[in-house]
Structures are given as C-alpha cells and as structure tokens.
C-alpha cells in the first residue's frame, strides 16, 4: 500500500530510535503541489534544525510526486500510498513512520513561522502533564484580514470540551485548536490515532477523545505560531461534506461530551452547514435536539438563528468589519 521514495530507502530496514530533540511534521497531502511546497519551506526554515518532514502523499498524485522530487534536503522524508485513504489514516501512516519523540501536524495548505517548532518544544519540556499538547495561537487568514485566534485561552474550571464547541460570542475564534498546531507525543498519537475512514471532523474528533483521557491536557503557547489560510477559493473539504453526516457523527460522541458542547456545537457547526446547504426542514428538528439534548445559552439561541438567517460571506463581512473598528 505504501511507496517509500528513493531517498529514504535506508527506513525499509526498520525502526530507528526515538530520538528525543528530534521532531517529526507530518503532512498529508493530496493534488496541491503549489501549497504542500508553501507548507515545506515552512518547516525547513524553522529555527529549531533537529527536525524531519514525513510528506505522506494520499493515493496516485504524478504531480506532487514530481513536485516533492525536487526538494533536496535530507530531512524530508515522501510516502506515496497506492490509494486514497483520507486525511486521518494519511496522518496516522505519517506518525507510525516519524523517528522523533515529538510530531507536529501540517495541513498543506497551511504553514509555520519560524519559531513554532522551538516554542512548542520548550514548552513541553517544562510542563508538569504527563502527555502535554502543545498548541499556540494561529494568524487566521482571511481574503478581507487576518485575526489572532483564539481570542481567549480556557478558564481554569472551564472542560475543555466546553472551550472547543460552546461558544459565548458570536463570531468564530473564540475557541480554537487548529489540526497545524498541533503539537505531541509520537505515542501518544499512537496511543490516540485518528478515527479511520473520517472526511471530515476528523480532527474535533480527535480532540473529543483527546479529552477523554485523565493522563493528558493542553499546554497554549500564547504568541501565534503557525497561519490558518481561510475562505480561499478553492476546494475545501469542510465546506463540501453534507451536514447529516456530521449530525450523526455528534450524536456517536453525545457521551463523551457535555450538554453545553453539544448545544454549542449545533449551534455554532452544525447549524451553520445545515444553513448553507438549504437543509430548511431541519431547522426545527435541530433547534428541539439543541434544547432537549443540550444546555444551551441566550447566545447559543442566537448563534442558530444568525447562522441560517445570514450566509457565510455577510456574517464573514461584519465579523471584518467590527474587528477593524
């Protein structure tokens, strides 16, 4: 299933040691050799050099193949899968292969500033988890402006759960964990993999589980660290996937979440997908799951509403506008 490239040969004679400054950035890619090379430069100009990128290529891509044969440093490491296997085996494939103690995930399309890699580290080092996530603030990037996310860092007794889904203002940003902040464990990403088989939350996902576990918790490096590239014209799976499979998706993990983030997440996600693709007969059977299921707020309530009353570009205008003032 897996191609190694001719550089990286030497891996087919097994597991080298986990080496404990060395950390590994794993990509998946799949049919965009202009922003994975974006992505690339990102992370081979990163100030911490004790680094390795596992590009893993998701299915047939000649394009990106001969993209990637370009790039001549050592430290990139390219697996070619012989099919399409989404983004979350692709990343699971990337941190069974990676050789360092830390992995740092990359979505192609975004990239890094140079001192993300030495910040998380130094940061891990001197948390008292025992499994710490790293993650930082992120520049996110609009066509109109960019915004410094998230806003706010969780409150002490707030569940974490609660600062992902639930929010308690009306525009995004408020809580955030992006996929290319991501900061951690090679064992405990294989401890906790991503969910197979997920074209889309598979990241949510993820953090639900996450969440679950009592030997782990999350370490914020305030400054922004990485650049999330948003509300671009191009091919997005989260704007393309059909809202009732992320709907039965939220009812699977109903019990590892709490009333709050399930009523947040309606509100703010689901409702918002649901709005876009002209679902109108959902909105009363979602509205009644929100309120019977969950625990929500006054701006839980509005947040619905808005996000079915107004589309994506005028609710993305007025956010840019009160931003600016």
Request: overall charge positive.
């Amino acid at each position: 299933m897996t191609i190694w490239s001719q550089r990286v040969a030497s891996h087919l004679k097994g597991p080298e040691p986990v080496e404990s400054s060395l950390v590994s950035a794993v990509i998946p890619t799949r049919n965009r050799p202009a922003l994975l090379m974006r992505a690339v430069r990102s992370v081979l100009e990163q100030t911490h050099r004790d680094i390795e990128i596992v590009i893993v290529i998701d299915g047939r891509d000649p394009t990106t193949v001969t993209a990637v044969s370009s790039i001549r440093d050592p430290r990139v490491r390219v697996f070619e899968l012989t099919e399409n296997v989404g983004s979350a085996n692709a990343r699971n494939i990337g941190v069974q292969h990676a050789t360092g103690k830390w992995v740092a995930f990359l979505d192609d399309d975004d990239e890094w500033l140079p001192h993300k890699i030495e910040k998380q580290l130094d940061c891990a080092k001197c948390s008292n988890l025992t499994h710490p996530l790293v993650a930082c603030r992120v520049i996110g990037r609009t066509p109109h402006r960019d915004y410094i996310w998230p806003r706010r860092f969780p409150k002490v007794d707030e569940p974490l759960i609660d600062y992902l889904f639930a929010r308690n203002s009306l525009f995004r940003g408020e809580g955030h964990i992006v996929t290319s902040t991501i900061f951690a464990e090679q064992q405990l990403l294989l401890t906790v993999p991503f969910t197979r088989g997920m074209s889309h939350n598979d990241d949510t996902d993820w953090l639900v589980r996450f969440c679950t576990r009592v030997d782990a918790g999350v370490e914020f490096v305030k400054e922004p660290l990485a650049v999330w590239h948003l509300e671009e014209a191009r091919f997005c799976v989260s704007m393309q996937s059909d809202w009732r499979r992320t709907h039965m998706w939220l009812k699977s993990i109903r019990p590892l979440i709490t009333p709050r983030a399930y009523s947040g997440f309606i509100a703010a996600q689901l409702a918002g997908e649901a709005g876009r693709q002209r679902a109108w007969k959902a909105f009363f059977p979602l509205l009644s799951e929100m309120c019977l299921c969950g625990e929500p707020k006054p701006i839980d309530l509005a947040l619905y509403l808005g996000n079915w009353a107004m589309p994506q570009s005028l609710r993305s205008s007025i956010r840019s506008l009160l931003y600016r003032e």
